[in-house]
């Protein structure tokens, strides 16, 4: 079955450092893969997608991913944490097809970031 | 442009009760996924609506149904409450074209916290 692992429950970081974040997923075949961000009490905003192509994929607020095929894996970056980036981050994938577009969520990885 | 509405926030149910959600979709969206989301968890897949018809279905029991209303608004609907019913469910639009590949277009509502005990 398709899966989406976040190995990093809850993440640490000074203002000013560099991010990264790790997702890694198990599918058949190269899915779409996104990035989502959650703040308190608020609903999902997309950070980022890839569907194909280059493999760097640039987001809003400064994040950027790869997407790294041999191994399965879709990390988001950030060069220089801000402290409104606190938040809850979520990978996701989607099958690739003509049905149903369901995204598969990893169980996110709370960003808190320290002054 | 306005975004997805979801009513209510925030909702305290008994155990057996049924509850209702709400959801407007974003202006020109023709679909609505829900999604539930548990304490420290992501969200997981309910089911879908396309031109108010179901369009798919996530591992949820019978008891989770909706509607989707020729407006495109849409209803989840629970019965017979459970203690592990407690999340945040989430209603999320996008426009979809039928045997086209989609593009995930989603916009989020910031969802309703239902809580069952």
């Known amino acids: 079955a398709q899966s989406v692992t976040q190995p990093d429950i809850h993440i640490t970081v000074s203002e000013g450092a560099s991010l990264e974040l790790r997702c890694n997923y198990s599918?058949?075949?190269?899915?779409?893969l996104f990035w989502y961000v959650q703040s308190p009490g608020q609903g999902l905003q997309l950070l980022l997608k890839?569907?194909?192509?280059?493999?760097l994929v640039q987001g809003i607020k400064g994040f950027e991913a790869e997407f790294k095929r041999s191994q399965s894996s879709f990390n988001l970056r950030k060069p220089s944490v801000h402290w409104s980036d606190a938040a809850e981050y979520f990978c996701?994938?989607?099958?690739?097809?003509?049905?149903?577009?369901?995204?598969?969520f990893g169980t996110g990885t709370r960003l808190q970031v320290f002054p | 442009e306005t975004g997805v509405t979801q009513s209510p926030t925030h909702l305290i149910k008994t155990r057996g009760q049924q509850v209702t959600l709400r959801c407007s979709s974003q202006s020109g969206h023709n679909t609505v996924s829900w999604y539930q989301q548990a304490l420290g968890q992501g969200p997981q897949f309910i089911f879908q609506?396309?031109?108010?018809?179901?369009?798919g279905r996530g591992n949820f029991p019978p008891r989770f149904s909706g509607l989707q209303f020729p407006n495109y608004s849409s209803e989840l609907n629970v019965n017979a409450l459970e203690l592990d019913d407690s999340a945040l469910y989430l209603c999320?639009?996008?426009?979809?074209?039928?045997?086209?590949?989609?593009?995930?277009?989603?916009?989020f509502g910031s969802g309703t916290r239902l809580t069952v005990v």
């Open positions: 609506y396309y031109r108010e018809e179901e369009n």
């Open positions: 999320a639009s996008s426009f979809g074209i039928r045997f086209r590949e989609y593009n995930y277009g989603y916009t």
């Open positions: 890839y569907f194909s192509g280059d493999t």
């Open positions: 599918y058949g075949a190269t899915p779409y």
């Open positions: 996701a994938v989607a099958l690739k097809g003509y049905n149903t577009d369901k995204l598969i």
